[in-house]
């Protein structure tokens, strides 16, 4: 058996390095598409003209405006209405329109207290890189507003003295004098106070965890962005992680889409069939040389997008590498499948494009999941791609463990399981 | 009529065609016959006007009007047999009348009257050949080109197709015919032997029989001692060739008479049949031709 | 007995293929498989290779049962497909040297692949790409590589197809060789003239069996039908499948 999947394996790599062109495509093509995408999102601007609308018009709303007008990434442009504000966005003399709402006083607890930003997103490389900064940017003039409060409440509430209970004019008092020895009376005035103390300084904690609770959770300071006209823009750091699935399912899939009707369109199948090779040991021979150039492929896209892009790695590389595996043997086996199901190259590329163009369009890469419909949402949901884009972009971005999407890394596993099983099955089948 | 002069086909650097001249549509049935990879439809597809030689003037007498029917099956399967022609009749300019007429005894010729309504994707082989045919002569062309049209053909089917080809010349148009079956050279009227891009020979079919230099013996029932012959004949001096063809032995031979003692001295020694003097086959005469080329150096 | 079939019949939905084909062929015996093309001979052949499962009958080539035995047909056999077989990127010793890893070979792979090398004059040409060869020796490496394993059964699908008389010569002299020794050879074809090179011929249309027998047996056979001392393979072939059934003949598809 081993025997048999070797001469297979050499006989496909003999035949790849024959092949420089396609060699070359393979292993170049991914890099040659990540630079593309990637330069083509990360048009990062150095200045950003701000017009803000004022609706409130007090000290707090002023102090927004003052610390805007202070960062050197901004340039104020001026105050204006709303509308006007609106209409200087589409004009393009500005880009972003920040409105101060009339109940905003230092931070939003409620939603007609928040900040709104309105970008124009048809400018889409401005407009991410403004909307990033600027939302960062009001986020943190909130927070240390609100930050600052709380310490002015602490402190106030601190310096405030504890009640020390004198209980030496009282009645009851004299009336324990009488009774006890000086000492005992001694120690249980001393209880008392203690306790007396200790009930309010437990009273005191309580109300400060009030207030702090009455405070709002800082993700609602949020400030509401409303990006007019294209609401999808994303940052190169968003994109990277979701290109690398994006362009190893198209590079491992349409390679292998190839691989076997090109040994029917010629004739040298019929003769494999007939040897003793079996269809798991043609279809693992085939898949091997692919696999490791999927590898190499997966390695140079991941260093591109980390050492020419900066995409931040927060992630493992190694269990992120198994993942990637498991999502890469999903496509080849997809790819497989298309090529057995085919019967010339023609139509095992039509095929591959098929089942390549929804994964790009579907799988939350362009258009996010949650803006779908639910009509389109599970179509969404039977592509791999779309379980293997989260994984990345977190694994990438917030340094997530890969395993600890349990589900996503659950269906990709079936997905490469089902893939190859079935076109084993249809392989066996096909030969009658 | 067609005239080559000095045509040479390249496609890159390999020589498809090699200084050919040729005038296409003096005789009747004009064969072409050669193995694969010969030239044979580069050959056709440059009389048809298709290609453009690398060298050398393909010239159409002014007036010559073609038909011409590919190898592979030019007619559209999903249609019938009948809306083909019709088809095939408007685009030739055949006016409603007397399309209707010529469809008719063409249909009446290829026996396909009775399929007429059938799609034509559904016909056998032989049948779709021969409705090509029709399709291709609906406009009583000057000359009618036919790139191996019995090409898989069964021999039934075959001998039908050189039938229709036949009276198809009787009806007043010429034929340029290729085929890689070399028997089916007895049924032209002229023949051509390309080997390899070159001409070998382009003769009547008679004259390559007549003038074949080395008479021909065969040895009956040999297939027990042809092993055994074969290098022994092929190391004497008086035969030209010796090759064994089924059960039979067959000998060319420079001297007749000492061909024919020595291979009746050996049949006595040891089982084997008759010997008796043949006819060169097709086969023969271009294996003939093939050897004083040089071209004998194939890879066998 | 090397093959041995029992009415074997193969259907593809309605049609039918090969109907009720029954036939022996002995040790060392060059058979022809004869036809148009769509006779049936590719999916009889097929079925013996164990690539198709028949839809009715049995068979057993070799000893070994057609259907349930197919991994020692095909551990045994040898089969030159119609269609160009080899991998024409790769040098002709790596062909050879990727089916030897495919077969069980006895003793090294290595040692076999030098040993045809030689045996099919190819030792020159050992390094040069099959795209490169003519085509005649491109035929002659597929030959090479399906006697890789030295199988005691060669199956050729139209092996010389549109190939110049002189080639073919040798290639019958080969074959003539390695059933002297005792290979059997199953061979088909659409030339009637290839017919007559064979020692037991089988006629087939439409997917039946029209004739059958050693090609002197048929000779003899026929001779008085057809008025003629020695009638030719095709003029037999033509009597068994034309007359009186010409109609019918045409009406299929």
């Not at chain 1, 009488?178 to 120690?187: D, F, H, I, K, M």
Request: proline letters at 5%.
């Amino acid at each position: 058996m081993w025997k048999r999947i070797g001469a297979m394996v050499q006989k496909e790599f003999i035949q790849l390095r024959r092949d420089r062109r396609t060699l070359a495509i393979m292993i170049i093509l991914p890099v040659l598409w990540l630079v593309a995408f990637g330069y083509a999102v990360n048009f990062d601007i150095d200045t950003i003209d701000v017009v803000v609308a004022d609706e409130a018009d007090h000290a707090d709303s002023q102090d927004v405006i003052r610390q805007i007008e202070e960062n050197e990434d901004f340039h104020l442009k001026g105050k204006a209405t709303p509308g006007e504000g609106r209409s200087e966005l589409t004009r393009g003399e500005a880009d972003v329109l920040v409105i101060i709402p009339e109940g905003y006083n230092g931070f939003s607890r409620e939603e007609d207290e928040k900040l709104k930003v309105q970008v124009d997103g048809s400018r889409l490389f401005s407009a991410q890189s403004a909307l990033r900064k600027v939302n960062e940017f009001l986020l943190d003039v909130q927070k240390e507003n609100m930050t600052q409060l709380q310490d002015e409440i602490r402190e106030e509430l601190e310096q405030s003295d504890v009640p020390t209970p004198d209980l030496s004019g009282s009645p009851a008092f004299a009336k324990l004098q009488r009774v006890l020895p000086p000492q005992e009376l001694r120690q249980f005035q001393e209880t008392l106070k203690d306790q007396v103390e200790n009930n309010a300084r437990e009273q005191m904690d309580a109300r400060l965890e009030k207030m702090e609770e009455l405070f709002p959770d800082p993700d609602r300071m949020k400030p509401e962005v409303d990006v007019l006209f294209n609401p999808d823009i994303k940052s190169v750091n968003y994109m990277i992680p979701g290109l690398v699935g994006l362009v190893l399912i198209f590079v491992t899939t349409l390679m292998t889409a190839l691989g076997i009707v090109r040994e029917k369109e010629r004739g040298t199948l019929e003769q494999l069939v007939v040897s003793p090779l079996r269809s798991f040991e043609l279809m693992l021979g085939k898949l091997f040389p692919y696999f490791l150039i999927a590898v190499v492929d997966f390695l140079l896209v991941f260093s591109v997008g980390i050492f020419l892009f900066d995409v931040p790695f927060r992630g493992e590389v190694l269990p992120f590498l198994l993942v990637s595996l498991l999502f890469l043997t999903g496509s080849l086996g997809m790819g497989l499948l298309v090529s057995m199901v085919s019967q010339n190259q023609q139509q095992a590329m039509q095929l591959a494009v098929l089942t390549l163009v929804p994964q790009f369009i579907l799988s939350g890469f362009v258009f996010p999941l949650e803006a779908m419909p639910w009509g389109i949402r599970w179509v969404s949901c039977l592509m791999p791609l779309t379980y293997f884009l989260p994984v990345s972009r977190d694994v990438f971005l917030k340094g997530t463990h890969p395993f600890d999407y349990t589900t996503e890394v659950a269906v990709l596993a079936v997905y490469a399981v089902l893939f190859l099983g079935v076109a084993a099955l249809r392989f066996r089948r096909s030969l009658g | 009529m067609i005239r080559m002069k000095q045509v040479t086909k390249r496609y890159g650097n390999q020589t498809a065609l090699d200084g050919i001249d040729l005038t296409l549509g003096e005789s009747g049935i004009h064969g072409l016959v050669g193995p694969d990879g010969a030239g044979k439809t580069t050959l056709m597809k440059l009389a048809a006007g298709l290609l453009k030689p690398t060298r050398g003037k393909v010239v159409r007498e002014q007036g010559t009007s073609l038909g011409y029917v590919p190898q592979s099956f030019g007619m559209y399967e999903e249609m019938s047999v009948a809306e083909n022609l019709h088809f095939y009749g408007r685009l030739n300019g055949l006016p409603r009348r007397e399309r209707q007429e010529r469809m008719e005894e063409l249909l009446r010729w290829t026996d396909l009257a009775p399929f007429a309504d059938r799609a034509a994707g559904s016909l056998s082989g032989g049948m779709k050949q021969k409705l090509a045919i029709a399709a291709a002569v609906l406009h009583r062309p000057h000359l009618l080109l036919l790139d191996e049209p019995t090409n898989g053909v069964d021999p039934l089917s075959r001998r039908e197709v050189w039938e229709l080809i036949c009276s198809v010349m009787r009806q007043g148009t010429r034929v340029f015919v290729s085929t890689q079956y070399l028997e089916e050279a007895r049924h032209c009227d002229r023949v051509i032997l390309l080997f390899r891009g070159r001409l070998l020979a382009d003769r009547e079919p008679g004259a390559y029989r007549e003038d074949f230099p080395y008479p021909v013996w065969v040895v009956r029932d040999a297939s027990s001692v042809r092993m055994k012959w074969l290098p022994r004949l092929r190391e004497e001096p008086a035969v030209a060739q010796a090759y064994s063809r089924g059960t039979d032995l067959v000998v060319w031979s420079r001297d007749a008479d000492k061909v024919r003692q020595l291979l009746e001295g050996l049949s006595r020694e040891e089982q084997a049949g008759k010997v008796e003097a043949e006819a060169p086959g097709w086969e023969d005469v271009f294996s003939r031709y093939m050897m004083e080329n040089g071209k004998e150096e194939t890879a066998w | 007995m090397v093959i041995r079939l029992d009415s074997l019949t193969k259907r593809f939905g309605a049609f039918t293929a090969v109907d009720g084909v029954s036939l022996e062929v002995k040790e060392g015996e060059v058979c022809g498989l004869i036809g148009a093309n769509g006779a049936g001979k590719t999916t009889l052949i097929r079925m013996i290779c164990g690539i198709l499962r028949p839809t009715r009958g049995e068979g057993s080539v070799l000893g070994y049962d057609i259907v349930k035995e197919r991994d020692a047909i095909r551990h045994r056999i040898g089969y030159m497909s119609q269609k160009f077989s080899l991998y024409s990127d790769m040098t002709v010793e790596e062909n050879l040297r990727f089916f030897a890893g495919l077969y069980p070979v006895k003793g090294s792979s290595a040692d076999r692949v030098e040993e045809l090398l030689e045996r099919f004059d190819l030792e020159e040409m050992k390094k040069q790409r099959v795209e490169n060869l003519a085509g005649g020796w491109r035929q002659r490496v597929a030959f090479a590589s399906s006697m890789i394993h030295s199988p005691s059964l060669l199956i050729l699908d139209e092996p010389t197809s549109g190939v110049d008389p002189v080639t073919r010569r040798s290639f019958w002299d080969l074959l003539y060789g390695l059933a002297e020794e005792g290979t059997t050879v199953l061979v088909t074809t659409h030339y009637m003239s290839e017919a007559e090179q064979c020692d037991r011929v089988a006629m087939l249309n439409r997917g039946r069996l029209v004739a059958e027998g050693t090609v002197p047996d048929l000779r003899n056979r026929f001779a008085e039908i057809l008025h003629t001392p020695r009638p030719t393979l095709e003029g037999i072939f033509i009597h068994t499948t034309g007359e009186g059934s010409a109609d019918d003949n045409r009406a299929r598809g």
